[in-house]
């Protein structure tokens, strides 16, 4: 059963969304060379206490941090720890939540730590950030579930691959409902899978989370000894873009990005829906 929510419920989801966005803000600034991965999980604990939000992920199928922390070739679920040490070079996805009010909100996007990384990295994070803004651009009335797992591939699809050969859509994660719950039907694919059907149809009140997942190599991913960490089978590294959106009767509203994704809407030629919040 997918979750329809009410527009005051899409407001708390705002308000979730918004906390959501400065922890993205405060890690993105504290990810520098030298920094631990926990010392990005002490960040985001600073500024959902600042806001009076919970965390979701702590604690979450025993999860044992606030946020994700993927370094290089993780792709997903990296654990935020003391002996992980950010470099020059790296690359990091961040992935984390809070709740408002028993509400949801998740994203994740991927930085640059340092300086001089390679053209083919920073193309692989441009490259999986825009497949998220098709894939939310295609989240309208009218629009089957499908339609947003077909533009995020197609979107892939287009774009050349410095050095040839093609980006692995990762295979096994994928995006999802979120309300009450982080995690919520239906699950949503990066791509077409045409045995699963064209999915539910879109109508306001739906709420996803779209969160490409794509790496310089293989869609194979291996989780790690500590039952959490995932990384890619052939050690290539990785891109996560996340954000939640709600579609909404004017259209859709990206809660966790801070102008509501009116910005990168625009570019589709899209307005965003009104910002509940003001």
Known sequence: MVQIKSPEQIAKMREAGLVVAAIHAATREAAVPGATTKDLDQVARKVLAEHNAKPNFLGYG??????CTSVNEV???????DDVVLKDGDIISIDCGAIVDGWHGDAAYTAFVGSGHAPELIELSRVTEESMWAGIAAMKQGNRLVDISRAIET?????PKPGGGRYGIIEDYGGHGIGTEMHMDPHLLNYVDRRRGKGPKLVPGFC???????????????????????VTTDGTWSSHWE???????QGPLVLTAPDGGKAKLAEYGITAAPDPLG
């Open 62 to 67: 025993g999860f044992p941090a606030t946020i």
């Open 75 to 81: 792709v997903v679920h990296g654990i935020p720890s």
């Open 155 to 159: 979107y892939i699809r287009r774009q």
């Open 208 to 230: 996803l989370a779209i969160e490409p997942m794509v790496s310089l190599g293989t869609p194979k991913t291996v989780v790690l000894e500590d039952e959490w960490t995932v």
């Open 243 to 249: 954000h939640s959106v709600a579609l909404t009767e």
